[in-house]
């Protein structure tokens, strides 16, 4: 439990940290929103009209202490440009991205554990040998560049699925309570909807893990392999068991414990990530917010995406590392460990 | 040198060393080799496809693609290393300042680089460049901030360790001074972790710098970077492919390279991996 | 002047009268529009943007507008007007059969809300009516503008103020003005409502069948814009029928596909010139005439035009286009690079370095720009290119010390008038200290003068003399160079019928004329 508290509270610090340098970066940045949000032909009157009501007049300080009593109270403040409360604003596009995300991870733990548990165990033979290069190659890949390929082969030249957007035509007016456009159609029962959304996540997702799930291989079968040198796989083996229930029994869940913080991380980096595949893909989400906020220096909006991306991926941290902590003093109490 | 000629296993790792060479050295005198100049434009010849006299095909604007890649070269992996050198520098340092002073503030600090640890470096990198303008400054400046933890852990770990050994304590008996234990013992002794870790990174470093390029708040033009040089040719994939795939390519193969290059030396390299090679695979 | 302005809106009255009730035709078929920015928001005060007026242009009705193709204003939700003498009052009379998408009717009530509503929201829009003072409710079918001081292009001006049903937001005034409300919400009298607004995906916009102007001829029953960065993704889309209009594709893929009857390339007329400003203010060498008269003569526009812009656009002759009243042409250098180097010489600015800021974002600046530093290359002066983004670029014109060597900005007119592209552009009062788009900080007393003069005169061949003076003094200082005047090309299938470029309405497009096959 203080274990809990101490991951709690330097998250928060942290969280502070990061709040006061993107606020004192775009603050001290050296662009002015207020002529672009007050048009062409203002007259330099009506922008420092605009100025004052922005705020942007007064000291850094004032400026800072009045944006951090605003999200205490969890306004993140309006958008020059959209009007909206940006926290409205993050909450629609945040589930896109989010949704795409959580594809890609699956399509990583999926791929990751099982082939790093194998590599593991048939670990310097040729079949280890092969995987290990196809690791090495995702690795090198460049997102953005398989995006655009995957795009151009398999969506435009084979059109075996869909080239942009999130939904097909015939699904555009769709919308659910969720936001997340895969459980908005599983909860109104339209399957089609969801087979639609699935298919247009396909190259998005595709992309977007690759880089990681090459990663991801090696990690877990790095753990594994430690796992596999520990006493007490001698031990059973010694008794006799077989090996696929030492696999799976033992080894796996307590190998993959230390690749759960990793795989925290990644959330956290791929949803860094999105905007890469977004612009290409032509699909909604905070990577699109963020770049236009930042094409039009809308600095609430700015530090509203680095804080938000900044929670989630703290979030996704202290969560994997809450579950590992939960998990590991179950092997600590097993007989096996020194 | 014969003990690292002695590294490379298979032919793989051998062309992966060859291909990681021809890179750099590419990057250290590609620019003399260069048939045209990089930054000449020429609208007449513009998108024509690879022939003899561009072998890699013009781009948009009627420049070279392959005297671009040359000159890329070095503006790429000259980035690159710029990150790994500030971000060794500072991660090192902080992470043996922590070893060194121990108790709270070192606690302090670990968990801090802990939390920290690779804050998503592109929307860092989109707050930087809203602030302090888009240029590939800019870029390096938000992956130095997003990258230094990795090493600082890294240093206190392997640091901290070193310092709990036996000769330590004898040489602290013998009055051997701090400068001393840290350029005789920690250094050389963390050398072959961090040179692992620089291998590796290289190639994720590579591919962040040339994702800022992309998205457009890293190199400017008319900067032949990897990255923007794909930025530049997205939108004529269909038509001039070469525009693309060479820097693409360029990136992929060099990622790649330095990844196999790793590997390799963490296996000559990490103790704790060699350890357990000679004691068998029971342990006994 | 004032005589036949009266007399148009007559006969046009007449006109329609004579065709009446022609065949009403049900709207149908869905059209899909690509374009690349999404917009900021839906709400009328800002509709100086193009990403906002794009939306906006079909789903609300403004009291007078241009049509595409027209460079007057004919009546809309005005049937006629009046200007008094001394052009200080314009008294506009109004339809009386006219439903918002509410079923409210429309009355002068409306008319006048807007603008009380603009004034207090500082709606954007308001920028470009000059001297407007306030507005007047004489009886629910008139309405009286007043003005402050006379001012020319008070009536093309009206071609953006786009009229909101006062009863849906008025309610909402307390929220900043409406402007929180009427970002994601339209109240308007359009032929098209906005029935879906997701900004960072797509925009829907469906048919309104009570529109007073009914619905002869062919049109569509619902257009959506999807949003997409991409050119290759935008062009695949197009291909593959998903989207019927692209007009962001890049120039080469737009004359691959004028060779295929699939598709139709669209080449409108736009009156959108893209300038090189000298900073005229510098301490530096661009403070010098000279040496800007050295620059002005080292962009080759017609390669730019051949290979840029692959012959999409025109060779500008000065920065109003050479079709508008009040354009005198010859008032810029020609491209001498020869010329410019003897002057280099001549003067030891061999070894000069300048520097160019510009927005990468935009390919036709970037690849001019790359143009400027190759020639200049040539004759021994460096270019440096900082990019940077919209905003950043303004704020450093508002100080001399960060202001550049020099600035790429084009002109987006909001109306097809030279006030709306001389005075924006070289008027002192807009340069780029005072957060303007003069950003090569032109201050000329004598031009100013014959550029407000202009501006409060109605007497059009007037305006016309002052602005070609104007025209000379300016090109004769040598402030810029007119780079380019693209033209605005937009490919589409072949299904669709109707598209036409509108020059007062830039970067839209007239979904509410179209239809498709």
Redesign the interface.
């Known amino acids: 439990m203080r274990y809990v508290i101490e991951r709690l509270l330097f998250s928060v610090l942290s969280l502070a940290v990061l709040l006061v340098l993107t606020f004192l970066l775009t603050h001290l940045s050296a662009a002015d929103p207020a002529v672009v949000a007050a048009g062409p032909n203002a007259g330099a009157e009506k922008i420092a009209q605009l100025r004052a009501e922005m705020g942007l007049d007064k000291p850094l300080i004032v400026q800072f202490l009045i944006y951090c009593s605003e999200i205490l109270r969890g306004d993140l403040g309006i958008s020059w440009f959209t009007r909206q409360p940006i926290a409205q604003d993050l909450l629609q596009e945040l589930p896109p991205s989010i949704e795409l995300v959580v594809v890609a991870m699956l399509i990583n733990l999926a791929i990751s554990l099982p082939l790093g548990l194998l590599t593991a165990r048939y670990a310097n033979t040729r079949f280890d040998d092969a995987v290990r290069l196809l690791v090495l190659v995702g690795a090198g890949l460049p997102i953005f560049w398989l995006a655009i390929l995957l795009q151009q082969f398999v969506g435009g030249q084979l059109q075996w699925l869909p080239i942009a957007g999130r939904l097909g035509f015939d699904n555009r007016d769709f919308a659910g309570p969720t936001g997340f456009a895969l459980l908005d159609s599983l909860l109104a029962g339209r399957l089609d909807v969801f087979a639609d959304a699935l298919a247009h996540l396909v190259l998005p997702a595709f992309s977007l893990t690759l880089l990681f799930t090459a990663v991801g291989v090696r990690i877990t079968r790095t753990a594994m392999i430690s796992e596999f040198r520990k006493d007490y796989v001698v031990l059973a083996r010694a008794k006799g068991a077989k090996n696929g229930r030492i696999m799976f029994r033992h080894v796996f869940p307590n190998g993959a414990t230390p690749s759960l913080t990793v795989f925290g991380m990644q959330f956290g980096w791929m949803l860094g990530a999105t905007v890469l595949v977004e612009e290409i893909f032509g699909r909604p989400g905070i990577g699109r917010y963020a770049v236009k906020a930042v094409t039009q220096s809308d600095i609430h909006a700015v530090v509203g995406v680095v804080l938000t991306v900044g929670v989630v991926f703290l979030l996704a941290n202290l969560l994997a590392d809450i579950a590992l902590y939960l998990i590991s003093p179950l092997k600590h109490r097993s007989p096996s460990t020194p | 040198m014969r003990r690292l000629l002695s590294y490379p296993r298979?032919t793989?790792e051998w062309s992966a060393v060859v291909v990681a060479c021809l890179i750099v050295l590419m990057a250290l005198f590609g620019r003399w080799f260069a048939p045209f100049d990089a930054?000449?434009?020429d609208?007449?010849n513009?998108?024509k496809a690879p022939s003899f006299v561009h072998l890699l095909g013009t781009d948009?604007?009627g420049r070279d693609v392959l005297s671009r890649l040359l000159f890329g070269a070095q503006l790429t992996l000259s980035s690159t290393l710029t990150v790994l050198v500030i971000v060794v520098l500072i991660g090192c340092t902080i992470g043996l300042f922590s070893a060194l002073i121990g108790g709270a503030i070192d606690n302090l600090l670990m968990?801090?680089a802990?939390?920290?640890?690779?804050?998503?470096?592109?929307?860092?990198a989109?707050?930087?460049?809203?602030?302090?303008?888009?240029s590939l400054e800019a870029a390096i400046l938000a992956l130095v901030l997003s990258w230094w933890p990795n090493y600082a852990r890294l240093t206190r770990m392997v640091a901290s360790d070193i310092l709990a050994r036996k000769f330590i304590a004898s040489a602290d008996a013998l009055g051997v001074p701090l400068t001393r234990k840290i350029f005789a013992y920690l250094i050389p002794n963390a050398f072959d972790v961090m040179i692992v870790q620089v291998s590796l990174d290289v190639?994720a470093v590579m591919?962040a710098i040339?994702?800022l390029s992309?998205?457009?708040?890293g190199a400017?033009?008319?900067a032949p970077e990897w990255?923007a040089m794909?930025a530049d040719g997205?939108?004529?994939?269909?038509?001039a492919w070469w525009i693309?795939s060479a820097p693409?390519l360029m990136?992929?193969?060099?990622?790649?390279s330095f990844?196999?290059i790793g590997?390799m030396l963490r296996r000559e390299l990490d103790p704790t991996l060699r350890r357990?090679r000679r004691e068998g695979?029971?342990?006994a | 002047m004032r005589k036949i302005e009266k007399l148009v809106p007559v006969c046009v009255a007449i006109a329609s009268l004579m065709v009446a009730v022609p065949a009403m035709a049900a709207p149908t078929g869905t059209l899909v529009i690509a374009d690349s920015e999404t917009p900021e928001n839906l709400d009328p005060a800002n509709a100086t943007n193009s990403t906002v007026d794009e939306l906006l242009i079909g789903d609300y009705d403004t009291l007078v507008q241009f049509t595409a193709g027209e460079t007057t204003v004919s009546p809309r939700l005005a049937k006629s007007w009046e200007v008094s003498a001394d052009g200080l009052t314009y008294t506009f009379h109004l339809r009386d059969d006219v439903l918002f998408h509410d079923g409210t009717k429309f009355t002068a009530d409306d008319v006048k809300f807007t603008f009380d509503r603009l004034v207090a929201a500082k709606g954007n829009v308001l920028n470009d009516t000059g001297p407007y003072d306030s507005a007047e409710v004489v009886d629910p079918t008139t309405v009286k503008l007043h003005l402050k001081s006379s001012f020319g292009p008070f009536l093309s001006a009206m071609s953006r103020i786009y009229i909101v049903n006062k009863k849906l937001v008025e309610p909402h005034m307390s929220e900043d003005n409406a402007r929180t409300w009427l970002a994601v919400n339209e109240a308007g009298s359009g032929p098209y409502i906005v029935t879906s607004y997701k900004p960072t995906e797509a925009v829907d916009l469906k048919a309104f069948d009570k529109y007073w102007g009914g619905w002869s001829g062919k049109h569509v029953a619902e257009v959506v814009f999807r949003y997409i960065t991409e050119p290759s993704t935008a062009l695949s889309l197009l291909k593959s029928g998903e989207v019927q209009m692209a007009p962001k594709i890049n120039a080469e893929d737009k004359v691959a596909l004028q060779k295929d009857p699939a598709y139709t390339i669209d080449v409108g007329k736009a009156a959108t010139p893209m300038f090189f400003d000298f900073n005229t203010q510098s301490k530096g060498l661009t403070g010098n005439k000279l040496f800007r008269q050295m620059l002005s003569m080292t962009f080759d526009r017609q390669l730019h035009l051949d290979q840029v812009l692959l012959g999409f656009g025109s060779i500008p002759d000065g920065p109003l286009p050479a079709d508008w009243p009040g354009h005198v042409g010859g008032t810029e250098s020609k491209f001498d690079l020869d010329a410019a180097k003897k002057l280099v010489d001549d003067n030891g600015w061999k070894g000069t370095t300048l520097t160019v800021r510009y927005l990468p974002a935009i390919a036709e600046e970037q690849q001019a720009v790359e143009q400027l530093q190759s020639n200049l290359a040539q004759i021994g002066i460096t270019l440096k290119a900082e990019g940077m983004t919209f905003p950043a670029q303004a704020a450093t014109l508002q100080k001399l010390e960060t202001t550049s060597d020099i600035n790429v900005i084009y002109s987006f007119p909001t109306f097809p008038d030279p006030h709306a592209i001389l005075n924006t552009d070289y008027n002192s009062a807009f340069d780029g200290f005072k957060g303007g788009y003069n950003w090569a900080n032109y201050a000329n007393p004598a031009v100013d003068t014959l550029l407000n003069d202009a501006a409060s005169s109605s007497d059009q061949a007037k305006r016309v003399d002052l602005y070609q003076q104007a025209q000379k003094l300016i090109g004769a200082d040598y402030p810029a160079i007119t780079a380019s005047l693209p033209g605005f090309v937009v490919a589409m299938s072949s299904k669709v019928v109707g598209y036409k470029y509108n020059v007062a309405h830039h970067q839209t497009y007239n979904y509410m004329d179209i239809g498709l096959k």
């Open positions: 298979s793989i930054l000449q434009i609208f007449r513009k998108l948009e604007t968990r801090l802990d939390i920290w640890l690779g804050f998503p470096p592109l929307i860092l989109l707050g930087f460049a809203s602030a302090l303008g888009a190639s591919l040339s994702g992309f998205i457009g708040v400017q033009i008319p990255g794909i997205r939108s004529y994939v269909s038509k693309v693409g990136i992929f193969l060099t990622a790649v990844n196999i590997d357990d695979p029971a342990g």
